[in-house]
């Protein structure tokens, strides 16, 4: 008995283990996302800039 219990106490730590890497991970992943959502906005934003240059360039001329 003595061992099972041992042995289910190791899983459990191993699982606490694992689930507190996945959680870092996926705590590491939204940043990411974050981050690129913020330079996609920013190209966007240039993007948008500079067609509207262009625009007023050739309506210009």
Do not use: C, G, P, Y
């Amino acid at each position: 008995m003595h061992e099972k219990i041992k042995k289910l106490s190791a899983l459990v730590d191993k699982l606490i283990e694992q689930n507190f890497k996945l959680k870092t991970e996926s705590k590491s992943m939204r940043n990411k996302i974050t981050e690129l959502h913020r330079k996609i906005e920013i190209l966007q934003s240039e993007n948008q800039s500079l067609l509207i240059k262009t625009t007023e360039k050739k309506n210009n001329e």
